[in-house]
């Protein structure tokens, strides 16, 4: 991937703050918007979510997810255009007497910082989203199939050797 592709998937990601998160949901794809926060290195995606939410138990019955992350509406010329990424990956519940737990609460609590009273709550858990693989448009006829171990590098701001 050059620099310049690399870079933009890097900046989507950093920039925008919420995600679509696909799940199973009785057999049946299911959708909805979620706020997310980042790991580490490419680490995994952190979402907030309530048990009250059928994507929380669509995640705990199948941790197969997918989330997409996409430019706003509007910063290409035609919407075919719009830069997204859709992430492949497993869903995992954080324990809360973890550090994992305390590590991704930081991270989430620092770029949401409001959200801090639905901590309190106690139907709300974190899940950390680890990737295993991504498919990058950086714009019109320019895509990507990222591997999660390239992804992590990339994050780390390192060059990516996959085309």
């Known amino acids: ?5 690399a870079a933009a998937l890097r900046e989507l990601i950093q920039n925008q703050q919420h995600a679509a998160l696909a799940s199973l949901h009785a057999q ?6 979620v ?10 995606f952190i979402v ?13 019955a199948n941790p197969a997810v997918a989330l997409l ?6 910063s290409a010329e035609m919407p075919q255009a719009l830069s997204r990424v859709s992430i492949s990956g497993r869903a995992r519940q954080l324990d809360r007497d973890t550090p994992d737990y305390a ?18 709550f106690a139907d709300f ?3 950390v989203i680890e990737p295993r693989s991504l498919r990058f448009v950086g714009g019109f006829a320019r895509a990507r199939t990222v591997s999660a171990a390239a992804y992590a590098q990339l994050m780390k701001g ?6």
């Open 158 to 163: 390192e060059a990516v050797d996959e085309q």
């Open 103 to 120: 590590q991704a609460r930081a991270r989430y609590l620092a770029r949401f910082a409001d959200s801090e009273p639905m901590f309190g």
């Open 28 to 33: 049946e794809p299911a959708i909805s918007m």
């Open 35 to 44: 706020p997310y926060a980042l790991l580490p290195a490419g680490q995994g």
């Open 48 to 60: 907030h979510v309530s048990s009250l939410a059928t994507h929380t138990a669509d995640m705990l």
């Open 69 to 74: 992350v996409m430019a706003p509406p509007g």
């Open 1 to 5: 991937m050059d620099a310049e592709l």
């Open 125 to 127: 858990s974190l899940f």
